[in-house]
């Protein structure tokens, strides 16, 4: 299972509730990475795209497809080690189709899903093209727009009877917390 299902299967379910007030009022739009659209496609069979935009959805009221999108985005230009690499000056000139992109979405708030592409576009094009945006992680996007809700004493109770069934299953010991302490 991709984590990007996993997120949708946890939002459908309800296991996950979200502040859509959170980012209420801020435009998005979603970068589509190489490694989870064209070559994840290639390699196995399935591009990720949909979820991508799903979530995004779910946790954004307004958003706005880059354009072109999909299989035919532009690449952020670090991809394939660049990000990693000493070619600061060939990344960021690769890149500007994809600065240029995001700058005519109008939007403020950039996904990016590749932790490459994340650094790409918050590191280097937002600074080097002038870009008024903020740049989040799928999942941190998530992680932020995410209500906690304290649980009741009872659903305390129910969750530690079930880690510890989990554990004498699995035939783990666990160290007594009081009986605990940091080594010297």
Known sequence: MNVFELMMEYI????????????AGKLATVHDPCNYGRKSEKTFGKAYYDEIRWITDQICDTWVDTYPTRENNYCCGAGGGAWAMPYTNERLYYGRKKAQQIQETGAEIVVAPCHNCRDQIMKALTKEYDLEIET????????????????????VEKAHAE?????????VELEDEDDWAPPE
């Open 163 to 171: 880690a510890e069934a989990q554990w004498e299953a699995l035939g």
């Open 136 to 155: 989040f992680y799928l999942w941190e996007l998530l992680a932020e727009s995410i209500i906690v809700e304290p649980w009741s004493e009872e659903e």
């Open 12 to 23: 459908k379910e309800g296991r996950l509730k979200i502040d859509r007030e959170k980012f």
